[in-house]
């Protein structure tokens, strides 16, 4: 267990150590980005600038949805799926042109991290659960 968390904690970091090289920023200081949004619960696929970069997962249900919109990211979080899901799922967004940037994996958990023009991917998968953390760049920038 502790060995999933080590890993799920690194690739963490180092999302966010892309994202914050390229990101947007607000006005605030940019290491508090995670603390601006609270896990708001849905029950369908939001439809927004950063979901338009990924496709739907075809498997499992979304849980919850954390909006950092002012720091350029978004996550999403999904629920039921087997670690084989989450694989198809990151195998399909490379056949959609994404770029594996960073992968680790284990029998309990893997991440990577995908980049595509200006939007960088932080796909997480432990214990039946998917996070997307999905970081849109200041083209400007």
């Given amino acids: 267990m ?3 968390f080590s890993c799920l904690f690194f ?5 966010v150590s892309f994202g914050g090289c390229a990101t947007r920023l607000s006005d605030t200081d940019s290491s508090d980005w995670t603390l601006s949004a609270e896990p708001e619960f849905v029950t369908s696929w939001p439809e ?6 990924i496709p739907k997962p075809s498997t499992g249900s979304i849980d919850y949805v954390c909006d ?31 770029e594996q940037i960073a992968s680790e994996s284990n029998e309990a958990s893997a991440g990577t991290i995908l980049q595509k023009d200006e939007v960088t991917l932080s796909i997480a998968y ?6 997307i953390l999905i970081i849109v760049n200041d083209a400007d920038s």
């Fill in 2 to 4: 502790k060995k999933i």
């Fill in 48 to 53: 927004n600038e950063f979901t338009s970069w």
């Fill in 68 to 98: 950092y919109t002012d720091s350029g990211r978004y996550q999403v979080v999904m629920k039921d799926l087997s670690q084989e899901e989450s694989q198809d799922y990151v195998h399909q967004l490379l056949e959609q042109g994404y």
């Fill in 126 to 131: 432990s214990e039946n659960v998917l996070n």
């Fill in 11 to 15: 690739l963490f970091l180092l999302a």
